[in-house]
């Protein structure tokens, strides 16, 4: 699998950032680029198995900001308060994740 | 080789010999999971197929005896009365309950064996030979019935609410190209209809189980017949999507079959549980373009067993080598691939394993355990199909807007289903092949979804004209 597919039939990928509420940190997240990829990059190791919102290995809780679930696995109640970070977007320009 | 000497120094245990741990491992599924597995009377699967024509046996099996079937755990009986028309009622005689099965069909309906009830195909009934003239029976009684008809050698019944009745979705592909003979046939599983049903949208086992996985030393003539040969073997460049406003989804499949060719396969699931398969013949690789070969529906018996009902294909289109054997088409018999029946011996199901072994063994009992699998990216088909048919279950979904347009028009329906070979010259560089592989597949699906709003009888020209313009025309193949 060579792109990411989405459960909607179009996607745009916008620019947002992701702020780790433990320790501010702010970082951004560009359309080619997961969050799990840009929070690796930073050196922060996140547990992943499947990366495409299938197994939820890498379910977060978010604190704040409007996530834009990709997943496939997270039923309307998760959906309140955790993302997917392998696969998920936001369509707020900050999300804050509980990390 | 691992003798009990090297167990001495201890077992590692990061990330291997982890049985132990997991001996107390559940066989009990999420209630997500279970929305989409159960399908007993009053549950909301039951009660959204219910909503759909659903084919419930096969012509053939209507003879001058009636037949009994079991559908959405309900018994019934089917039988063609002897004026031609086609009943389904509950199999219990309203009277004392005797098994209809044992009926004789009658011109007009059928007559329960015990005391001589007359019913009706729409469960009137229309004698009660022990009661007096005039008793009130007939005004307060009726055997519960279902809308029933036959097609090209199915039977369909609608089995939902009487004020909901939907059109019977006529698809392009039951009467195109001129010549197309379909013919009916059953594939009965031991397993819940879930995941025979997912096993469409899950693409990259063709590659893998239907590509000479066997034991060595196998009968050639039997491990040919279990794999697709041709371009199958080539691990595709898959993705999958919603269609339909979400009613159903589709994958599209990219292999590389020359330096200069690329083999676009497409096949589409309607929800909740139909679907399309392109061709089933080596040739689709090598075609221009080509639709439909198989039609099915994924019928629940009961939760632990299920039917699929569907329509093989037969045109100079999907196969022009004429492999298809429309005489091993019929009940609980299929002419492509071996191992898609029960009908094998334990020792072939181990040497030469099909879809029915990979299949029906998923899970506990029957019924596989989702919270017990460890989905890859491969997987994504799969997940979405759930999601998505657990959004239109619980009526998340719009209105289809290909059915509305069809019903308006009065037209035939279009599938995105369809093998196309298109020219895209090899990049010497893997990744960026597989990446110009999906852009193409990608227009190609265009192309099929811009067709739906073409006229059916100028829906090929239409898509013919379309590829044309991507790739110039198709040229010759090198070998």
């Known amino acids: 699998m060579d792109s990411a597919p989405s459960k909607t039939e179009t996607v745009a990928a916008v620019d947002f950032s992701v702020r780790l509420a433990r320790s501010g940190l702010l970082l951004p997240v560009p359309p080619d680029r997961s969050i799990v990829e840009v929070l690796r990059e930073a050196g922060i190791d996140v547990a992943t198995s499947c990366e495409a919102g299938l197994c939820a290995t890498c379910k977060t809780r978010y604190l704040d900001g409007t996530p834009e679930h990709q997943d496939f696995i997270l039923n309307d109640e998760e959906r309140k308060s955790f993302v997917t970070i392998c696969c998920a977007r936001a369509t707020s320009d900050v999300l804050v994740l509980d990390l | ?479």
Not at chain 2, 185 to 214: G, K, P, R
Not at chain 2, 292 to 315: C, E, K, L, Y
Not at chain 2, 392 to 402: E, I, S, V
Request: proline share 5%; aromatic share 8%; net charge negative.
């Open chain 2, 1 to 479: 080789m691992v003798s009990e000497l090297d167990f001495r120094k201890g077992i590692r245990t990061d990330g291997a010999y982890r049985g132990y741990d997991q001996r107390l491992g559940t066989t009990e599924n999420r209630s997500e999971a279970l929305e989409l597995l159960l399908t007993g009377p009053g549950s909301p699967m039951n009660e959204y197929m219910r909503r759909y024509w659903q084919p419930v046996c096969l012509s053939e099996q209507l003879t001058d005896v009636p037949k009994a079937i079991r559908i959405l755990h309900e018994d019934l009986v089917a039988f063609r009365d002897r004026s031609g028309d086609v009943g389904v009622l509950q199999r219990r005689c309203s009277h004392r309950g005797s098994s209809l099965e044992f009926g004789i069909v009658a011109e007009h309906g059928i007559r329960c064996c015990y005391h001589g009830w007359l019913y009706d195909v729409d469960g009137t009934i229309l004698e009660t030979p022990c009661e007096a003239a005039g008793n009130r029976l007939q005004q307060t009684i009726c055997q519960p019935a279902y809308p029933a008809f036959e097609r090209d050698g199915l039977v369909f019944a609608y089995m939902g609410p009487p004020e909901a009745v939907p059109p019977f979705d006529l698809l392009d592909d039951y009467v195109l190209p001129e010549g197309t003979r379909l013919r009916a046939f059953s594939n009965e599983f031991a397993c819940n209809w879930l995941q025979v049903y997912e096993n469409l949208i899950d693409h990259y086992h063709t590659a893998i189980l239907h590509n000479n996985m066997t034991v060595e030393g196998v009968d050639a003539a039997l491990a040919a017949g279990a794999s697709f040969g041709g371009g199958w073997g080539e691990l595709p460049v898959i993705n999958w999507q919603p269609v339909h406003n979400g009613h159903g989804m589709i994958f599209t499949a990219g292999r590389r079959v020359s330096d200069t060719k690329v083999w676009i396969r497409i096949s589409e699931m309607g929800f909740p549980n139909f679907c399309t398969n392109a061709a089933l013949a080596p040739s689709a690789a090598r075609q221009r373009h080509s639709n439909v070969a198989m039609t099915r529906w994924q019928v629940p018996v009961d939760d632990t067993n299920s039917i699929a009902f569907g329509w093989r294909h037969f045109n100079d289109e999907v196969d022009p080598d004429h492999i298809g054997r429309e005489e091993d088409c019929g009940v609980d018999k299929i002419d492509f691939l071996i191992g898609q029946t029960r009908h094998r011996s334990y020792d072939e199901q181990q040497r030469i394993p099909g879809d029915y072994e990979a299949i029906t063994s998923q899970g506990a009992g029957g019924v596989a355990i989702h919270r017990l699998e460890h989905p890859g990216r491969s997987d994504v088909g799969v997940y979405m199909c759930r999601s998505l048919l657990r959004d239109a279950l619980r009526g998340k979904t719009g209105p289809d807007p290909t059915r509305i347009l069809s019903e308006a028009g009065g037209d035939t329906l279009a599938r995105c289903t369809s093998d196309t070979v298109v020219e895209v010259p090899k990049l010497a560089d893997r990744d960026a092949d597989r990446a110009l592989i999906q852009e193409r597949a990608d227009q190609v699906l265009a192309v099929m979804k811009e067709a739906e709003h073409v006229p059916s009888l100028e829906r090929r020209k239409h898509v013919l004209y379309r590829l044309d313009e991507i790739d110039g025309g198709l040229g010759p193949f090198e070998d």
